[in-house]
């Protein structure tokens, strides 16, 4: 499995939905959930504490590879020029081994929860008597995680932050586009003790590793100044006291506060506790008389329906281990819907070219195979049922075939039969008729919003 550019770009041959997205929805509703978010927020950066120890660790690495000091000679050997890609790489495993370890040492109060990295830091810290060893390197011997380039904290926000123009797919740092973010970064970091603290700490520690004749200084966590660690669990003590800190900062900086997601926001934000995925959509397009705005929500409000529908009918599918067609329809009817449902929600989207016009590649390929559901006659009850589960059917079997896996439900005979583990099936109170089922990130966005609130534990 290539991983290279799992957190950068959507690829659905390399996703790790494979085995829970059975029928390649994700590349269609995630498409319309990044129109309302600009891919500043995903399923796996949403943390707002994770947010800004990246920041502070990439202002570090900046403004040491704007320093003038040089890589000591053995280390020149290696990475060639602090600007090289994995010279950065190198700096950004190396802050983030310091971080987990500084929050695992920590002699003051530190809520761990949700520290990339943590589980496997404190199998580590015990085994080596709270004294691990760093390698300063690139290369997986200095990983703390598996595959920590995409997998830890720079590899889960380098999306975002490419987006906010802050850096480029390799790092760099000095085209004219990034000048603005960053200096309204230094001016945000230098007025917060707390931030500047360990800024200044980490800068002078990197400097200093730098300079090592090591080829690839290792060196004990024993051997950490005092003052950096303390600075770390100061100021990264919780996620609570990262949002009070930053919330501001990151507003201005993600613009999630406005458009489509600032509308989103006024409604968590004052809504109650309870209030579904699709009623805060709804609710957030009832603020509006933006054009742009409103059809950010209403191509959601439109699609998912539909989209939810086939999720439910393969649901079914997928609950019984053999069933036959009038089984299969017996237990459809009981979930309270019509047999030309999936019919009637296709046709309703066949002429909103806007929608269609929103999806490329891969996405669009499949909004399109799923709106031939549209053309199935709908005159004899049973046989619109058997021709709507043969094209689910062979749409999924096009998706597996693609992923080179087997597909999960195969019609054998005069019946179906399912290959995985049976799931259980909601009723018609849970998941009443056009309701959905995908959630475009707003669980993510909710959470992000608790953090910048203060409100993550």
């Not at 950066?45 to 403004?63: A, C, G, P």
């Not at 269609?356 to 053309?375: P, V």
């Not at 005159?379 to 079997?397: A, D, P, Q």
Request: glycine share 4%; aromatic share 10%; hydrophobic share 40%.
């Amino acid at each position: 499995m290539h991983l290279k550019n799992l957190f950068t770009e959507f690829d659905d041959s390399i996703s790790q939905s494979l085995n829970i997205d059975p029928l390649g929805m994700t590349v269609i509703w995630s498409v319309f959930g990044q129109k309302i978010f600009n891919r500043r927020v995903s399923s796996i950066s949403n943390d707002v504490r994770n947010y800004t120890l990246n920041l502070l660790h990439h202002l570090v690495i900046k403004e040491v590879v704007e320093d003038s000091t040089q890589l000591s000679l053995k280390l020149t050997r290696v990475y060639q020029q602090k600007d090289s890609f994995a010279f950065k790489q190198a700096c950004l495993i190396h802050c983030e081994n310091l971080f987990v370890y500084s929050m695992l040492g920590a002699t003051n109060e530190v809520n761990t929860l949700g520290v990339l990295g943590a589980s496997k830091g404190r199998v580590k810290w015990q085994e080596k008597h709270h004294n691990p060893e760093l390698i300063f390197s690139h290369t997986k011997k200095s990983n703390l995680l598996i595959r920590q380039l995409t997998l830890g904290v720079s590899g889960r926000y380098k999306t975002p932050f490419m987006e906010m123009k802050f850096f480029d797919n390799e790092y760099r740092y000095k085209h004219p586009d990034y000048q603005v973010v960053w200096q309204q970064t230094q001016v945000f970091i230098n007025r917060v003790d707390e931030l500047k603290t360990v800024k200044d700490e980490l800068k002078k520690h990197l400097i200093g590793l730098i300079k090592s004749n090591d080829k690839l200084p290792n060196i004990r966590f024993s051997t950490i100044a005092n003052s950096l660690r303390v600075a770390y669990t100061t100021a990264f003590s919780s996620g609570q006291k990262v949002g009070l800190l930053t919330k501001d900062f990151w507003l201005s900086i993600t613009d999630l506060n406005r458009d489509a997601a600032g509308k989103l926001y006024d409604v968590i934000s004052t809504g109650v506790e309870d209030t579904n995925c699709q009623q805060l959509f709804e609710q957030a397009l009832k603020t509006t008389n933006e054009v742009a705005v409103k059809s950010k929500f209403e191509h959601i409000i439109a699609l998912e329906p539909f989209l939810a529908e086939c999720e439910l009918l393969f649901t079914l599918l997928t609950s019984m281990r053999n069933q036959t067609l009038a089984e299969l329809l017996v237990s459809y009817k009981a979930l309270e819907r019509p047999i030309t449902t999936l019919p009637d929600l296709a046709r309703r989207l066949v002429d909103k070219v806007e929608i269609k016009d929103i999806l490329k590649g891969t996405g669009a390929q499949r909004y399109q195979s799923l709106l031939k559901f549209s053309k199935i006659p709908t005159k004899n009850e049973t046989e619109c049922f058997e021709m709507v589960v043969k094209k689910l059917l062979e749409y999924h079997k096009s998706i597996m075939n693609a992923r080179g896996q087997s597909p999960w439900v195969e019609q054998i005979n005069a019946g179906y039969r399912c290959n995985i583990k049976l799931t259980k099936v909601p009723s018609a109170q849970k998941r009443p008729l056009k309701s959905w089922y995908h959630r475009y990130y707003i669980n993510e966005f909710k959470y992000l919003i608790s953090g910048l609130e203060g409100e993550v534990a």
